[in-house]
């Protein structure tokens, strides 16, 4: 491989990974808001918040694991150019993202029972316990987001990712002020309220 080769490589890669690797940080952007703002509380809505989170992605992270599975899949079809085998497995995974999220919410909403077992003081488990909840109904699209992701980026459409996430996190952080501390007729909703934000 000539060095014109290898520079014309490097720049396809480049341009693959560098939106994918942008959008995977905006997610992680996104969570260091909400924990920011929520910090602002104080430590007790800071502890619970924290605990419903480790609880969540704790459990979630199963059906994560499951949904990257179809990544593969998806680029072996796209590049075999079977495109039509491509799009069923994209909604396979959609149906299997579906599935795995109604099964891992069965194990979320006995977060709560987990935390008490464990011996959480009550003061911190009643909000940790409602972040949890909240944060539980953005399960499925969260896992179809995966499949879609896989399906797009076979396709080397990586800009609308990191599109979506920018202004996400924009949304997020406005969402957040204005939930958890309240403005105008809204009431402030506390922890709730960042829950609601990154669910929605």
Same mark, same amino acid.
């Given at each position: 491989?000539?060095?014109?080769?290898?520079?014309?490589?490097?720049?396809? &890669?480049?341009?693959?990974? %560098?939106?994918?690797? /942008?959008?995977?940080?905006?997610?992680?952007?996104?969570?260091l808001v909400?924990?920011?703002?929520? =910090?602002?509380?104080?430590?007790?809505?800071?502890?619970?918040?924290?605990? #419903?989170? @480790?609880?969540? %992605?704790?459990?979630?992270? %199963? +059906?994560? +694991?499951?949904?990257?599975?179809?990544?593969?899949?998806?680029?072996?079809?796209? =590049?075999?150019?079977?495109?039509?085998?491509a799009r069923?497995?994209?909604?396979? =995974?959609?149906?299997?993202? &579906?599935?795995?999220?109604?099964? &891992?919410?069965?194990?979320?909403?006995?977060?709560?029972?987990? &935390?008490? @077992?464990?011996?959480?003081?009550?003061?911190i488990v009643?909000?940790?316990?409602?972040?949890?909840?909240?944060?539980?109904?953005?399960?499925?699209?969260?896992?179809?987001?995966?499949?879609?992701?896989?399906?797009?980026? #076979?396709?080397?459409?990586?800009?609308?990712?990191?599109?979506?996430?920018?202004? $996400?996190?924009?949304?997020?952080?406005?969402?957040? *002020?204005?939930?958890?501390?309240?403005? =105008?007729? *809204?009431? /402030?909703?506390?922890?709730?309220? $960042?829950?609601?934000?990154?669910?929605?």
């Amino acid at each position: 491989m000539t060095m014109s080769e290898l520079r014309s490589e490097l720049r396809r &890669l480049f341009s693959l990974a %560098f939106p994918l690797a /942008a959008a995977e940080a905006g997610t992680q952007v996104m969570s260091l808001v909400d924990m920011a703002v929520i =910090g602002r509380l104080g430590g007790l809505e800071l502890a619970a918040a924290g605990l #419903a989170n @480790a609880v969540y %992605f704790g459990i979630s992270v %199963f +059906g994560l +694991g499951l949904m990257l599975g179809v990544d593969p899949l998806i680029s072996q079809a796209v =590049g075999a150019r079977d495109f039509s085998r491509a799009r069923r497995v994209m909604w396979q =995974g959609i149906w299997l993202a &579906l599935i795995t999220a109604a099964l &891992l919410t069965i194990l979320l909403l006995c977060g709560p029972l987990l &935390l008490r @077992a464990i011996g959480v003081k009550p003061e911190i488990v009643r909000p940790a316990s409602i972040f949890l909840l909240i944060r539980t109904i953005g399960l499925s699209p969260w896992l179809v987001f995966f499949v879609i992701r896989a399906y797009l980026q #076979a396709h080397h459409v990586t800009r609308p990712m990191v599109t979506s996430m920018i202004i $996400a996190n924009v949304l997020n952080l406005i969402i957040d *002020i204005v939930l958890v501390f309240g403005f =105008g007729p *809204i009431p /402030a909703l506390g922890v709730a309220g $960042a829950a609601i934000s990154t669910v929605s």
